[in-house]
T-cell receptor, first 112, second 118 residues
């Protein structure tokens, strides 16, 4: 099972909106609504910001939103802030193939 | 407050076995699934495997039969053993607790860097 495909980098100015894509297959992203997104600042553990495609854990800013169309999931960050500069990883759970959890290749978000 | 903390050697010789423990506080380990995830330097995250308090496990087949994950309810911790280490196993290793009822990793340890040296 290959890693899910994400763009290596995305950038935007403060206040702008950016979108990160996460492309898999019908066996993972497309087959289930089990996509999560993680924010990862260097030297700190990853933090879940979206689960089950569109849900935000308690305490996560509503500037983060998730969606899915076919085999591609997306994370949108609205009102970009300096603190959003980090690596972002998508992840999908699958019952069909192994490994059960596959991560994306990661996207470096830069706030200009 | 749920807290996870990885512990183990930071340097392991190639061909030997890595042993890490994840100490859990603030919640009983007899609930949820628990996973190990790693990140090689400059690379992305990779799921290693998971364990349930019942003892059921699943692991990433890319690691073949080198992975053993166990749980110790009396000590409220779970462990990872990875055998036949190579340089490719050099990574930051994280332990994580799954989100209750969902297929996502909610709580993470700080991570521990393990270097496989020759």
């Amino acid at each position: 099972q290959s890693a899910l495909t994400q763009p290596a980098s995305v950038s935007g100015s403060p206040g702008q909106s950016i979108t990160i894509s996460c492309t898999g297959t019908s066996s993972d992203v497309g087959g289930y609504n089990y996509v999560s997104w993680y924010q990862h600042h260097p030297g700190r553990p990853p933090k879940v910001i979206i689960f089950d495609v569109t849900n935000r854990p308690s305490g996560v800013s509503d500037r983060f939103s998730g969606s899915k169309s076919g085999n591609t999931a997306s994370l949108t960050i609205s009102g970009l802030q300096a603190e959003d500069e980090a690596d972002y990883y998508c992840s999908s759970y699958t019952r069909i193939t192994t490994p059960l959890y596959v991560f994306g290749t990661g996207t470096k978000v830069t706030v200009l | 407050q749920v807290q996870l903390q990885e512990s183990g050697p930071g340097l392991v010789k190639s061909s030997e076995t890595l042993s890490l423990t994840c100490g859990v506080s603030g919640v009983s380990i007899t609930s949820n699934w628990w996973s190990w995830v790693r990140q090689p330097p400059g690379k992305g995250l990779e799921w290693i495997g998971e364990i349930h308090n019942s003892g059921g496990t699943n692991h990433n087949p890319s690691l073949k039969s080198r992975v053993t994950i166990s749980i110790d309810k009396s000590k409220n911790h779970f462990s990872l053993r990875l055998s036949s280490l190579t340089a490719a196993d050099t990574a930051v290793y994280y332990c994580a607790r799954h989100m209750s009822g969902f297929n996502s990793f909610e709580y993470w340890g700080q991570g521990t860097l393990v270097i496989a040296s020759s």
